[in-house]
């Protein structure tokens, strides 16, 4: 049982690219969302979705984009990267009751670095 | 949005003491949860506790809804409870968690 898996662990990338940062669970759970953890902060929302074909977004979204065509899989697509996006990036999976998420399983983290 | 509020930022305990980390909140409280981030990175999700008391191990939880705070206990702290501790709140948003700035945690031997 894999939980929730996410890739890649480490990324570098030049200021104006693009790129996916990928996320998959294996646990059957509606609720899915990422957060990026900055240092001396908590972790802020970005983005979440309540089911397939179901996303919204969180406190800090500029920037971000997210699909869920998929139960398994909810994919972050960093737009044009800029440096204030040099963050840790972390995705959740949840069990959900009436779009509430509990019982969360994060995965490992993915450390960027837009020079 | 909810603001949440940790305290204290920081604390270091030799092993074998008691703590207790403390969340306050600005608005209703209705989906409360606490983690525990590893030194390492790792998140887990200890509590779901938007209510009440629940104990799991050597960590008790308990929150008071009508006051807008919660307490963590941590009993007989160990090395491995070094971290970061987290709360986090939806407030009426009801899905959008809101996490505290955390409450950094040193065990030493």
């Known amino acids: 049982n894999a939980g929730v898996t996410q890739t890649p662990k480490f990324q570098v990338l030049k200021t104006g690219q693009s790129m996916t940062l990928q996320c998959a669970q294996d646990?059957?759970?509606?609720?899915m969302s990422w957060y990026r953890q900055d240092p001396g902060m908590g972790l802020r929302l970005i983005h979440y979705?309540?089911?397939?074909?179901i996303t919204d977004q969180g406190e800090v979204p500029n920037g971000y984009n997210v699909s869920r065509s998929t139960t398994e899989d909810f994919p972050l697509r960093l737009l044009s990267a800029a440096p204030s996006q040099t963050s840790v990036y972390f995705c959740a999976s949840s069990y959900s009751e009436w779009g509430v998420g509990y019982g969360y399983t994060f995965g490992s983290g993915t450390r960027l670095t837009v020079v | 949005g909810i603001q949440v509020e940790q305290s204290p930022p920081d604390l270091i305990l030799q092993e074998g003491a008691n703590s207790t980390l403390r969340c306050n909140f600005s608005d209703s409280v209705n989906n409360l949860q606490w983690f525990h981030q590893n030194p390492w990175g790792q998140l887990i999700n200890l509590f779901y506790?938007?209510?009440g008391t629940k104990q799991n191990g050597r960590l008790s939880a308990t929150t008071v809804a009508t006051e807008r705070y919660s307490l963590l206990y941590i009993s007989s702290s160990q090395t491995t409870d070094s971290g970061v501790y987290f709360c986090a709140e939806t407030g009426v948003s009801g899905n959008k968690l809101v996490f505290g700035a955390g409450t950094i945690l040193r065990v030493k031997s």
């Open positions: 646990m059957n759970h509606e609720y």
């Open positions: 979705s309540v089911g397939a074909g």
């Open positions: 506790i938007p209510s």
